[in-house]
């Protein structure tokens, strides 16, 4: 079956530690997308890339950092410098093409500060 | 000019009745408006979608109503049932970015 897995599905960080959150597609698309959710809140862009090599900054960039070396990978490193990491992280990819496309979700991974 | 406003935060309907979310938009470049579900513990779904052009688009029991004027669309669930029961999440794109702009959410509880 075709979609996007997210792993792990929980992750603790401890103070000063930087942690990386995987996202894997097997849709062949080639745009990708991550997003925060906190409790009561809707989603929030962090970083997207439209084609391999290539991401841009979304609105809550500061604290996070990716990688699009592949087209079925765009992992997310949280590192220290996110003083609020304790969220919900989703991850998205869409296909190409004029317009809006649909964008399919993981099943997200939800990160905690011990 | 990039926020999408959804109302209401919360919501609880009859079994059989009709649950109505609405959102609102400030920037017209928008020209692509998904509706998402989630469930807890999960990624959101895609439900349904309408573009600009159209003014509703219904899927079953799911409608979008869509007032360009306005700049507020509108998701309508008929005959509503308890596996309704999620969040849902109203969202904007336009072409060049087209990473998505979401509404807070609408918590739906459909009573059976």
């Known amino acids: 079956d075709g979609?996007?897995?997210?792993?792990?599905?929980?992750?603790?960080?401890?103070?000063?530690?930087?942690?990386?959150?995987?996202?894997?597609?097997?849709?062949?698309?080639?745009?990708?997308?991550?997003?925060?959710?906190?409790?009561?809140?809707?989603?929030?862009?962090?970083?997207y890339s439209q084609i391999v090599n290539d991401f841009q900054k979304g609105d809550i960039a500061e604290g996070y950092s990716v990688s699009r070396e592949k087209k079925e990978s765009f992992p997310l490193t949280v590192t220290s410098a996110q003083k609020n990491p304790t969220a919900f992280y989703l991850c998205a990819s869409s296909s190409q093409g004029g317009g809006g496309q649909p964008q399919h979700f993981g099943d997200g991974t939800r990160l905690s500060i011990l | 000019q990039q926020q999408v406003k959804q109302s209401p935060q919360s919501l609880i309907v009859q079994k059989g009745g009709i649950s109505i979310?609405?959102?609102?938009?400030?920037?017209?470049?928008?020209?692509?408006?998904?509706?998402?579900?989630?469930?807890?513990?999960?990624?959101?779904?895609?439900?349904?979608a309408i573009r600009p052009d159209v003014s509703e688009k219904k899927e079953g029991r799911f409608t979008i109503s869509f007032n360009k004027s306005a700049k507020q669309f509108s998701l309508h669930i008929m005959d509503s049932q308890p596996g309704d029961s999620a969040t849902y999440f109203c969202a904007?794109?336009?072409?060049?970015?087209?990473?998505?702009?979401?509404?807070?959410?609408?918590?739906?509880q459909v009573q059976p």
């Open chain 2, 21 to 48: 979310i609405n959102c609102a938009y400030e920037n017209t470049a928008f020209d692509y408006f998904p509706w998402y579900q989630q469930f807890p513990g999960k990624g959101p779904a895609l439900l349904i």
């Open chain 2, 92 to 108: 904007a794109s336009m072409g060049g970015r087209r990473a998505l702009t979401f509404g807070s959410g609408t918590r739906l």
């Open chain 1, 3 to 47: 979609g996007i897995t997210q792993s792990p599905k929980y992750l603790f960080r401890k103070e000063g530690q930087n942690v990386t959150l995987s996202c894997e597609q097997n849709l062949n698309h080639d745009a990708m997308y991550w997003y925060r959710q906190d409790p009561g809140q809707g989603l929030r862009l962090i970083y």
